[in-house]
């Protein structure tokens, strides 16, 4: 090793997820929404005029922070958009996990929150969800530096109920708590509404997932304004210019289309429904998710087993291979003909698998 | 204050530059380029499909990274993209300056070098520029934990000789020295070609000036492949998936039109001679600009009553209210068209001035 790779920061690298490109692929591996974006957005790339990309962003990202205020009845100051929830969520733990006591986040969640408290050297303990992959409200009411959980959970699709999550904010006054809602409008209750009383709380949402944006980085935090303020001054100390005009314009086309949203929404969750029944019939087992994927073990077929098999059929899901989650699949819910072809695919292969 | 506000992370909270937007403005103040992007971007907008949007961009950036390569004649390994050069340059300064002896960059710089020392807790000393603005290379051959400044530096628009930046490179081997270099392209001579010779070396250059394009938000760093390959680490720790789809695309298409890249840089270089010439016949002082913009200062007219001049004739320059230099305004070169304009308020405004 060279002198000069002594004063470098070590990281455990990241494998980010497969994407895999195959034309006659099935891609049911990262929770992304089968149907394109608001057809506003198609209109606004094509009638966009390349001349003003010579000129910076507007750093307060204003037009687009003022749609998401109208379309969630905030004000602006209650707003705040970055380069995806990961951004949002890395700004959240720098600006707001700053004390000696421990953050607290489930042991299996999403995989980034231990990354962001290693990367700032944040301390932090991760109580372990119960045997059903449920968070237990009760190991977060001691003592701690700060709390954040995904609603519903990942990759459980588990849903908290909001007095539930209520209950955990209003036992930590003395902290912020962050609520990581990336799945919320695949039909779970959203914390938005207890942003007016508890003043301690951040709701995370995204556009990658329930906006069919992935492909575009657009995720925002609400809040009280002083958290808000709070993450913007930390945000503008680092790169003030985040969010191009591109990203700007047509996050905004997404947002005003709210009959598209609800129709896409409503399919993706008939589509959810159908397919956990399937599912269940296959001998499946999985708690009831509540988000664009299911979380499933079967009863006799190994997952790793399932995984490999389903890839080498070109579709594509998630496995992980950590502790107490090895067993499982996460398959994300794409088109309904796209389900379609994935039950086929299982009842052949298990039934096969049966009879062995 | 509130208990919760005792973990929060409290920064000077950064004010962006002045973004005004009037019709009829000349606007000079953030070093924006008066051309449009190549036409192949508008293109590249208007036949996009926004059906793609629905996917994750790709995380490596390969199609961006591998144009940039071709055109820099490197291997894809040793380029590495970034949401803007504050973006890379953050990632730097988080990934290679891990040291407790200081960094070292110029007292007059870029202003965003000590906030991303502050924020991440980097010890730095800021060595004096001389008295004509030059960077003295022998403040540089000290012990150090890195080193950090823009060629042309920012926002004297001074050029330091090659020779005096390998020096600087050769005689700190044990540390990573980082050539900022966003105005590289208005006529500087780029380190680009030491990367090849001394792998303690990283060079940052952008979108956001030279090619038109800092509506997109996207710069790149250059260097060995074990440098850029830590650089990657730390990124994907933080956030795999920052630059969207369309700043892939789009960027991709800049830089494959040379010829038009040639063509608006001569046209800004021969617009900054014709003014250096006029500036010079009205009476103001600077050091010769490599970069798209004039630091200058009147022989007798203040800064500060210029900058509000101009400003209320809606030709907005920068004006710095910083020791040493709150008597300079920071120029940005504009159409042939608008310095012409600049220069006529000019003469008439002085030659008031001298009548008083």
Redesign the interface.
């Known amino acids: 090793m ?15 997820g497969e ?1 895999p490109n195959e034309p006659e692929m099935i ?1 049911l591996n ?1 929770n ?6 608001a057809p506003g ?2 209109r606004a ?2 009638t ?13 990202a204003h037009d687009l922070t003022a749609e998401l205020a109208r379309y969630y009845g905030l004000s602006e100051d209650q707003v705040f958009v970055g ?2 929830s ?2 949002v969520l ?1 700004m959240c733990f ?6 000696s006591n421990p953050i607290l986040f489930p042991d299996i969640t999403y995989s980034f929150y231990d ?2 408290a ?2 700032f050297r944040i301390p932090y303990q991760r109580p372990m969800l119960d045997e059903r992959f449920h968070i237990r409200k009760e190991d977060y009411f001691r003592e701690n ?2 709390i954040i959980f995904p609603n519903p959970n990942a990759p459980t699709g588990v849903e908290m109920p909001l007095e539930e999550v209520e209950e955990i904010v209003r036992r930590n ?4 708590v962050i609520v990581d809602e990336a799945y919320i409008d695949f039909g779970a209750a959203s914390a938005l509404p207890l942003i007016k009383r508890y ?2 709380l951040i709701v995370v949402q995204t556009f ?1 997932k329930s906006r ?6 657009i995720g925002y935090a609400m809040g009280n304004p ?1 958290l808000i303020k ?1 993450l ?3 945000k ?12 700007l314009l ?1 996050g905004q086309e997404a947002v005003k289309d709210e009959g598209y949203f609800r129709e896409t929404l409503g399919r993706i969750i008939e589509t959810r429904e159908w397919t956990k029944e399937e599912l269940r019939r296959l001998g499946f087992r999985f708690e009831d998710s509540k988000a664009n994927f299911i979380f499933a073990s079967h009863e006799s077929c190994p997952a790793e087993e399932l995984f490999g098999a389903l890839r080498a059929a070109h579709i594509y899901v998630r496995y992980f291979m950590a502790p107490r989650i090895n067993n499982h699949l996460r398959i994300s819910i794409g088109t309904q003909q796209e389900m379609e072809t994935l039950i086929r695919f299982l009842q052949k292969y298990l039934k096969k698998y049966e009879e062995k």
Chains 1, 2 share one sequence.
């Open positions: 060279k002198k000069w790779e002594d004063n470098i920061r070590k990281v455990v690298p990241y494998v980010p994407q891609k990262t992304e929404n089968p149907y394109p974006p957005v198609q790339l094509e966009m005029d390349a001349g003003c990309l010579r000129l910076y962003p507007d750093p307060g380069v995806g990961d951004d890395a720098l600006t707001f996990f700053n004390s990354v962001w290693d990367l530096g700060g006054k003395d902290v912020v003043e301690n990658s069919s944006m992935a492909g575009m980085r002083v709070y913007n001054d930390v503008y100390s680092f790169n003030s210019y985040t969010m191009d005009q591109t990203a047509l």
